[in-house]
């Protein structure tokens, strides 16, 4: 198949999408296409934004950036092992990365542990994931002010600088979401042109992409909310199931490449010997996660600074995480009662934050004595920084405009004219 021009029902599938220009920030995305010329002006836009966040995120980071206790651990094993299988396949906290332990490598031997490098490294992770955000959000339909606000608040982000000051953080984390989101693009795309090629870029990018970590396999999840909360929000659920059906063998082929890697991962990476936490200790860490550090810093706010009498680690108390959670609840409510599509973006940020958070469970660092320490980790709250900011930027926020009734172009029959008595 070839590219065709993309139709209504490949993006936002609703009638009342219109551009925010036309309806004063509306914020239903539009499915209409711009012309070449404004969509040249807008790559300029967008790519000159990015180059400005580039700017901020190197004069706000340079001086702050730091070699850690892993990265000390890997640079130990390239030097030992230099470039052979073992430095390759070092599994740090049961993480395969070869793209990590490779830039540690390439430190080691061209600057005997110089930061500079390892924070130009770090950097240009950084503008790939911008890039690839700058793709996903087109792909989705985005007016451009939308994509230049998920740009810079991403971008400026809490979660995001606080990773990126850290080598071993920067090089596990960023290159993992600029893979995830490149994926769920280049998917938003195939659907958009209804063009197998970008089926098998897709299919590619997502078998590549466990090279960076294993977080990437949860591309496969985001792509089927995406399409059934996102992009199809505006059809009825069978109509979306429909098309889910319709698209089964590039999600058939993903399912497989994932299944394959889980099952290697299972063989050559994962330690039995190292236990997992009790549900209850991942439900306290996600709570606390969520109502001490996740939602201050999407707020653009240090976590423990509301409570500096508390203490920086010490978290909310019971009552205090009910009452903001309730506070979320009520908030999503008020947008559903906007409109009613809202209800689809909401559902995504959620079960982006239930995927991610969920994957504690597995992990060996947590403990019922580590709750609050894992709670606090802002490398954590970086994976659902990206999806929750995408959904914030698909909602609306105007009630949408009723639809006058259709004026017949057929005369009436003369046995429903009005009869004079």
């Known amino acids: 198949?070839?590219?065709?021009?993309?139709?209504?029902?490949?993006?936002?599938?609703?009638?009342?999408?219109?551009?925010?220009?036309?309806?004063?920030?509306r914020g239903a995305p539009n499915p209409t296409t711009p012309g070449r010329p404004a969509r040249r002006r807008e790559r300029w836009v967008i790519l000159a934004t990015i180059v400005a966040i580039l700017v901020a995120w190197w004069g706000l980071l340079s001086d702050r950036f730091y070699y850690g206790n892993d990265d000390l651990y890997q640079f130990l094993a390239a030097d030992t092992f230099g470039l052979s299988w073992e430095t390759v396949a070092l599994p740090v906290w049961q993480?395969?990365?070869?793209?990590?332990?490779?830039?540690?490598?390439?430190?080691?031997r061209l600057t005997d542990l110089e930061p500079m490098l390892g924070f130009v490294l770090v950097t240009i992770a950084f503008a790939a994931l911008l890039l690839a955000l700058a793709w996903l959000?087109?792909?989705?339909?985005?007016?451009?002010?939308?994509?230049?606000?998920?740009?810079?608040?991403?971008?400026l982000s809490i979660p995001v600088s606080e990773t990126g000051i850290w080598f071993d953080a920067g090089m596990h984390i960023l290159p993992a979401l600029t893979v995830t989101y490149a994926v769920l693009a280049a998917h938003a795309r195939a659907l958009r042109t209804d063009s197998s090629r970008w089926h098998v870029l897709t299919a590619f990018i997502f078998l590549v992409g466990p090279l960076t970590q294993e977080r990437p396999l949860f591309a496969l999840p985001m792509i089927i909310l995406m399409?059934?909360?996102l992009i199809w929000r505006g059809l009825p659920w069978r109509e979306r199931f429909s098309r889910l059906w319709s698209i089964r063998r590039p999600l058939g082929v993903l399912i497989a490449i994932?299944?394959?890697?889980?099952?290697?991962?299972r063989l050559f990476v994962v330690d039995s010997g190292y236990g997992t936490p009790d549900w209850l200790t991942a439900l306290?860490?996600?709570?606390?996660?969520?109502?001490?550090?996740?939602?201050?810093?999407l707020l653009n706010q240090y976590?423990?600074?509301?409570?500096?009498?508390?203490?920086?680690?010490?978290?909310?108390?019971?009552?205090?995480?009910?009452?903001?959670?309730a506070g979320?609840?009520?908030?999503?409510?008020?947008?559903?009662?906007?409109?009613?599509?809202?209800?689809?973006?909401?559902?995504?940020?959620?079960?982006?934050?239930?995927?991610?958070?969920?994957?504690?469970?597995?992990?060996?660092?947590?403990?019922s004595y580590t709750i609050v320490a894992n709670a606090s980790r802002l490398h954590n709250a970086v994976y659902v920084t990206v999806p929750v900011v995408i959904a914030v930027a698909c909602l609306r926020w105007t009630r949408p405009q009723a639809t006058p009734p259709r004026a017949s172009s057929r005369p009436p029959r003369l046995s429903r004219l009005p009869q004079r008595v």
């Open 1 to 25: 198949m070839t590219d065709r021009p993309p139709s209504k029902d490949a993006t936002f599938d609703d009638s009342d999408s219109r551009d925010e220009s036309a309806e004063g920030g």
């Open 95 to 108: 993480h395969f990365g070869p793209v990590n332990r490779l830039a540690h490598l390439g430190v080691l």
């Open 137 to 155: 959000a087109t792909e989705l339909g985005l007016s451009l002010y939308r994509r230049l606000a998920v740009l810079v608040v991403v971008g």
């Open 227 to 229: 399409d059934m909360l």
């Open 258 to 265: 994932a299944g394959m890697v889980a099952v290697a991962y």
């Open 284 to 297: 306290k860490t996600t709570a606390i996660s969520l109502t001490n550090y996740v939602l201050p810093s």
């Open 303 to 325: 976590p423990g600074s509301a409570q500096p009498e508390l203490g920086a680690d010490a978290p909310i108390p019971l009552l205090g995480q009910l009452g903001i959670i």
């Open 328 to 367: 979320v609840v009520v908030i999503g409510y008020l947008f559903i009662r906007v409109d009613r599509q809202n209800i689809g973006p909401l559902l995504f940020a959620a079960s982006a934050f239930v995927l991610y958070y969920g994957f504690l469970k597995f992990s060996p660092l947590l403990a």
